[in-house]
């Protein structure tokens, strides 16, 4: 009977042992887990510089102020002057110039996103992160280059560069999915990113860090937003910006409801935060970029006076239905002059980051190493890379000069950044040189009389890497638009390519 006895209690204290060692696990998992960072890239699509209200704008932006408040309002953030580029840069930390990717990517583009490159994602997948995008891609729509394919454990949303916000077409196509299938559903397109980005954190798998991509679609045409939210600005006269308003309140409030689900998981303080918008606001003006006067000119071409009136339509909206405003800032989408790359650019990271405005020049380049330093990756082996860490800056340890920076609108225009200087490379040949940190208007061109540094930061930008320009011929765009929203008459975008 003893014998017995001795065997159940020994077999109870096995049991015991196992059950404290399988909760140990779990804690030093969970522990290992919180240790590194949850990190949210926050993306807006077209936001201006007065679109939000801690610069001033008559558009309420609570939850964006919020951040701002609470965070590091970067001063001075620079991204690409159109969508893909900024996408592109972001994924990589290589400038748009050497991936040859200076133009937003139509959907019948054959290639994408280099396949010989990692991506963020992947990056931080070596180091444990469960990794999701919700939103907007645009950075290739065949099979290769989806999200999926480049780092992403689950994507949902659009491939495209937009679709209606009702609708969820795409030049024609349905462009709808979750990870790489059609997915049918109803909603407006804002409110559906919310949700999900909801859920991801809701189910995220509490053992290991969570990297979000929330890559919303607004304010981007179409200027499309729910009556109630378009009401609420009643008191602004011009359509096209009470719309526009409209659907930054309801960009602002997904935001408002990932925020508060972050709270109410108690990830709020060890979240790293990065928000922005990919370029500058679209605003109406008549000389926006001058290529779409090219591609227009290209239509004329092939057709002659009976262009296809989708294609019409197509240019018209691009020109001139944007309701963003960048000012002070003088350009905009498109552009690389200030109102076309300076963007709203905030980080907040309660467990690490003081409060307050961080004054020095970073740019999308910077993200990549200043996520994996964050992360407790930087010997990582990465491909080489534009940017850097400004980690120690942010955090306060020390002061780091400002981030050079590159970049090259689809127009042609060049303009390159090196300590307080901005040298604007125009494709007709002319130049423009400014003191970017006394003159942020760009008022005053110095090129005449600093011909020394003019000289200077064109060999510097003579000497830039540049890749395989990805960008497809102006006549094929034109005979195929990348129309926002629609009717439906093709195969839905994620199956074209089955």
């Known amino acids: 009977m003893a014998q017995k006895m ?31 960072p949850n990190i949210i890239i926050i993306m807006a699509d077209d936001l201006g510089w007065n679109d939000v209200g801690y610069h001033g704008s008559e558009i309420r932006t609570p939850n964006i102020d919020r951040l701002a408040k609470d965070g590091r309002e970067l001063t001075r953030f620079y991204v690409n002057s159109v969508c893909s580029p900024t996408r592109a840069s972001l994924m990589t930390g290589q400038s748009s110039i050497r991936l040859g990717i200076t133009s937003p990517m139509p959907k019948i583009t054959p290639k994408g996103l280099p396949l010989d490159l990692n991506t963020l994602p992947d990056y931080l997948r070596r180091l444990d992160y469960a990794t999701a995008l919700v939103g907007k891609w645009h950075l290739g729509v065949q099979k290769p280059y989806h999200p999926n394919q480049r780092g992403f454990d689950s994507f949902y949303g659009n491939l495209s560069g937009a679709v209606g916000y009702w609708d969820h077409v795409h030049g024609g196509h349905y462009d709808w999915q979750r990870n790489g299938k059609t997915f049918r559903e109803d909603g407006y397109v804002t409110h559906l990113q919310a949700a999900e980005a909801v859920r991801v954190v809701r189910q995220r798998d509490k053992t290991r860090p969570l990297f979000l991509f929330f890559s919303l679609g607004a304010p981007h ?13 009643a008191h602004i006269a011009d359509e096209k910006r009470r719309i526009h308003a409209a659907m930054v309140s309801e960009l602002d409030t997904a935001i408002g ?23 500058g606001g679209l605003t109406d003006y008549r000389g926006m970029p001058e290529v779409f006067y090219r591609i227009l000119d290209t239509a004329k071409w092939i057709w002659g006076d009976d262009i296809p009136i989708r294609f019409i339509e197509f240019m018209r909206t691009n020109t001139e239905d944007g309701g963003a405003d960048n000012t002070p800032l003088t350009g905009a989408k498109g552009s690389v002059q200030e109102g076309g790359i300076r963007v709203p650019g905030i980080i907040r990271w309660p467990d690490k980051l003081p409060r307050g405005p961080f004054e020095t020049r970073l740019s999308v380049l910077d993200i990549l190493p200043t996520l994996l330093d964050a992360a407790g990756g930087p010997s990582l082996s990465v491909e080489p890379h534009d940017g850097r860490s400004f980690l120690p800056a942010l955090i306060g340890e020390k002061a780091m000069q400002p981030s050079p920076f590159v970049t090259e609108a689809f127009n042609g ?25 006394a003159d942020p208007l760009e008022t005053t061109n110095l090129a005449a009389v600093q011909p020394a540094i003019v000289a200077r930061l064109e060999k510097r930008l003579a000497a830039m890497p540049k890749g395989e320009n990805l960008a497809v011929p102006l006549w094929k765009v034109a005979r195929d638009p990348d129309e926002f929203g629609g009717a439906e008459r093709k195969p839905p975008l994620a199956e074209l390519y089955d």
């Open 6 to 36: 001795r065997k159940r209690d020994y077999g109870r204290l096995m049991l015991t042992a196992l059950v404290i060692n399988l909760f140990m696990s779990l804690c030093i998992s969970q522990a290992q887990a919180t240790d590194k």
């Open 221 to 233: 045409l179409p200027n499309e937003a729910p009556q109630n939210a378009i009401n609420a600005y």
């Open 257 to 279: 409801r990932l925020l508060a689900t972050l709270d109410a998981e108690g990830m709020s303080e060890n979240t790293l935060i990065w928000f922005m918008s990919d370029n």
């Open 413 to 437: 225009d060049q303009a390159i950044f090196h300590e307080q200087w901005k040298l604007l490379m125009r494709n007709d040949g002319t130049k423009s040189l400014y003191d970017i940190e």
